[in-house]
């Protein structure tokens, strides 16, 4: 999975959004979970905290 800089623009604004709903002052973690991980590039770096797979899940 790539993330490309439309999707990371989405993700930010579901994090916003998820912000201003919940009134939380804290800051929101976004973790992924894929089948086989993503490629990290300058989009998914300021966006995706943690990654998790199926290794994680069931290696």
Avoid: C, W
């Amino acid at each position: 999975m790539t993330i490309d800089g439309e999707y990371a623009k989405a993700l930010r604004e579901k994090l916003r959004v998820f912000q201003e709903t919940t009134n939380t002052r804290k800051y929101p973690m976004l973790t992924l979970m894929t089948t086989f991980g993503i490629n990290v590039n300058q989009h998914s770096l300021g966006v995706v905290e943690k990654v998790m797979t199926l290794e994680d899940l069931f290696g």
